[in-house]
């Protein structure tokens, strides 16, 4: 079905037209300066095909929440817990109701947390919930950062993680990522990369500027052309867009905007006793004035030498430890047969790690599992090793090698990937496509050759046909190879499982 979505006006042209469908395989990225008019952009792109496809808005500033009364969209706090946010995603995608998570009022590592597990919720969604939504994220570069800033290292892998995924591996799952960012050069490169359609806005600053340019396959002198946009002036390109640089202005909205341009307004007679206005604490400030020390004054910088040439006092003999001591091989024992526990029920390999990490946390409550709980990254390694089947401590060098190999992998392709190690390291028949899927949690032997593939892309392993069409797999690093085994072969059991 072909729906073009009126974009506005475009030059030569009576319209801008957006070819959606095609959108919804190619995706958009949008870049333009604050004030550009992306926001404007995306609103009217959301307004005009809301009808047409199901939408999922990312909203950090709770901008888009105003499309709930003319298009009915339901917005979604983000102030809850990732496991609850995970699960309503799962429901929005089962019941394809279009949704705003409203992440504004959170600190910018919460909205990445939030992010993070909203995206997976509607990315580990169930194959039968797999229609098509336009998944739009306003301010990207806030989930996809190009480097590190203050957040955890950990909130910032698992949004660029769930980013990452959106964009790249989305589209099978019927997702279509359409980010906005105000600074190319601050968006995490491979997640620009993914997206074929461009809508380039107002830009000053050179490296932006350079980045649109080899985007759009442009020469960095015609990219000059960004500086001068105006507000709602865009550059589009792309396979649902034109195939050529064409300038097209947004046409207007519907709903409006939450947080509008600050205006000038005049300013209020100047009051005569302004002075008493601020200095005089209002009745309920009163009772909380309490005096903050003064800030310690600063250490000359020559002291500061001095103690650092100073010699390194004796280290403090280890303090009493406050808290009971957790015994650490009870702990690991524990998580270890509750993840075997899990791992028993067969339908667990077809089951979101969300889901299961939820029934992890349960079973560690039941069994006393002493300490903190497992964050869900480790969590998702332990579960990747253990469904590979081999026991950490016994696997020896080459083991740990494969194990720091599969570090280098997105989380869910770990447990595929040492599967096939552990294959290769016992000189195991290369186990089949169907025994690889669902060690990845899929029923698609043809997603695992394609996981294989991208393995063998990445130079982690080779695979060749034998005589007999069997399979064997290669790993350079490692210094082996698995058995051959031939790929259609029904899916065996896993060893351990079976013993
Ligand atoms: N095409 C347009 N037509 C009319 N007003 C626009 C257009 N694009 C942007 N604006 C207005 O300009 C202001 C800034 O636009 P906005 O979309 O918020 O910019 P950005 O998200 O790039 O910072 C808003 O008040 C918006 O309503
Ligand atoms: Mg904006």
């Not at 480097?147 to 589209?171: F, P």
């Amino acid at each position: 079905m072909k729906v073009n979505i009126d974009m506005g006006a475009a030059a030569g042209r009576a319209v801008a037209d957006l070819d959606l469908e095609e959108l919804l395989a190619t995706r958009l990225l949008v870049q333009g300066n604050s004030g550009s008019g992306k926001s404007h952009l995306l609103r009217r792109l959301l307004e005009q095909s809301a009808p047409w496809v199901q939408q999922c808005i990312l909203d950090p500033e709770g901008d888009f929440v105003t499309l709930a009364d003319k298009f009915g969209h339901q917005v979604i706090d983000a102030a809850r817990t990732e496991a609850e946010l995970t699960r309503i995603a799962g429901r929005v995608r089962q019941h394809r109701v279009s949704v705003v998570l409203n992440l504004e009022g959170l600190d910018v590592e919460q909205q990445m947390r939030a992010a993070a597990a909203f995206l997976g919720g509607m990315f580990d969604a169930e194959r039968d919930h797999w229609y098509p939504v336009l998944v739009v994220v306003d301010e990207a570069q806030l989930f996809a950062p190009a480097v590190g800033g203050e957040v955890s290292d950990e909130a910032r892998k698992l949004s660029l993680g769930a980013m990452t995924n959106l964009m790249c591996r989305g589209r099978k799952r019927g997702l279509a990522g359409v980010i906005a960012t105000q600074r190319l050069a601050k968006l995490a490169k491979n997640v620009a990369a993914e997206a074929s359609n461009f809508l380039m806005g107002r830009t000053f600053l050179d490296i932006d500027m350079a980045r649109a340019a080899d985007l759009l396959g442009m020469d960095r002198r015609q990219a000059e052309m960004f500086r001068d946009l105006g507000r709602g002036n865009f550059v589009a390109l792309g396979p649902a867009l034109s195939r050529r640089p064409l300038k097209i202005t947004i046409g207007p909205v519907e709903t409006s905007a939450r947080s509008a341009s600050p205006k000038l307004m005049p300013l209020p007679d100047a009051p005569e006793d302004a002075r008493d206005l601020i200095f005089t604490p209002g009745p309920e400030e009163a009772t909380l004035a309490v005096r903050r020390p003064p800030p310690p004054r600063p250490v000359p910088t020559a002291d500061i030498l001095a103690q650092l040439s100073q010699p390194k006092p004796a280290p403090e003999p280890p303090a009493q430890p406050v808290f009971a001591i957790i015994d650490e091989t009870e702990r690991e024992t524990g998580i270890d047969t509750v993840l075997r526990e899990i791992l028993e029920d067969p339908d667990a390999a077809f089951r979101s790690d969300a889901v299961l990490y939820q029934d992890f946390l349960v079973r560690c409550r039941i069994r006393r599992v002493p300490g903190e709980p497992l964050a869900l990254p480790a969590f998702r390694r332990r579960l990747a090793v253990a469904r590979a089947g081999v026991d950490e401590s016994t696997g020896g060098e080459t083991w740990a090698m494969a194990l720091s190999l599969s570090e280098t992998l997105p989380d869910d392709l770990q447990g595929m990937f040492l599967l096939v190690a552990r294959a290769a390291i016992n000189k195991d028949p290369c186990p089949s496509d169907a025994t690889l899927a669902r060690a990845y949690g899929s029923h698609s032997p043809r997603r695992a050759q394609r996981l294989l593939a991208y393995f063998e892309e990445r130079g982690l392993l080779v695979a060749r046909t034998d005589f007999h069409g069997r399979r064997v797999l290669a790993f350079p690093d490692l210094g082996c190879e698995t058995g051959p085994g031939h790929p259609d072969a029904p899916d065996t059991p896993q060893r351990d499982a079976a013993e």
